[in-house]
């Protein structure tokens, strides 16, 4: 019973800012990586992973007490944009991708607190739309950050 919510405003308005960050990932190394760091998550109950672009880098992360970190570096990929930092229920991203028929999965980003997009590169006949996670001050990101920094 019921009536869906009418979304159409919101990501019309979202689809025409100007993004942050726009990705094209090949989809067979952003699974395989996804599915690595959700081994970590479902060890320590950490809900989300931190998807990170600094400088010519892009990778993933989970920092899982006792469990152990994991980082993810990917290798091809192309970005246009700044660096980025965003936390996200991995799960959600692998049912999204695991309906792009092409190889490669585009994904936009206008904000860090914002939903985010998921289509197929250069064929946007569907789209995904996202939410972003926040984390405690527990989380950190594990990439090349000086000690202590947290997110």
């Given at each position: 019973?019921?009536?869906?919510?009418?979304?159409?405003?919101?990501?019309?308005?979202?689809?025409?800012?100007?993004?942050?960050?726009?990705?094209?990932?090949?989809?067979?190394?952003?699974?395989?990586?996804?599915?690595?760091?959700?081994?970590?998550?479902?060890?320590?109950?950490?809900?989300?992973?931190?998807?990170?672009r600094k400088g010519n880098n892009l990778y993933l992360s989970v920092h899982?007490?006792?469990?152990?970190?994991?980082?993810?570096?990917?290798?091809?990929?192309?970005?246009?944009?700044d660096d980025f930092s965003i936390c996200f229920n991995p799960n959600y991203?692998?049912?999204?991708?695991?309906?792009?028929?092409?190889?490669?999965?585009?994904?936009?980003?206008?904000?860090?607190?914002?939903?985010?997009?998921?289509?197929?590169?250069?064929?946007?006949?569907?789209?995904?739309?996202?939410?972003?996670?926040?984390?405690?001050?527990?989380?950190?990101?594990?990439?090349?950050?000086?000690?202590?920094?947290?997110?």
């Amino acid at each position: 019973e019921g009536t869906f919510p009418n979304v159409t405003p919101f990501v019309s308005d979202a689809q025409n800012e100007e993004s942050i960050l726009e990705i094209d990932i090949d989809k067979v190394e952003l699974r395989r990586k996804l599915n690595i760091c959700g081994l970590y998550l479902a060890r320590s109950g950490v809900p989300f992973v931190r998807l990170t672009r600094k400088g010519n880098n892009l990778y993933l992360s989970v920092h899982a007490p006792d469990v152990g970190d994991v980082r993810e570096d990917f290798s091809d990929y192309t970005c246009v944009g700044d660096d980025f930092s965003i936390c996200f229920n991995p799960n959600y991203l692998l049912v999204a991708i695991g309906t792009i028929n092409s190889d490669m999965v585009h994904m936009k980003f206008v904000s860090a607190a914002r939903p985010f997009f998921i289509t197929e590169a250069n064929v946007p006949a569907m789209l995904h739309v996202l939410m972003p996670g926040s984390l405690s001050a527990q989380d950190k990101d594990i990439g090349d950050t000086e000690e202590g920094d947290d997110f």
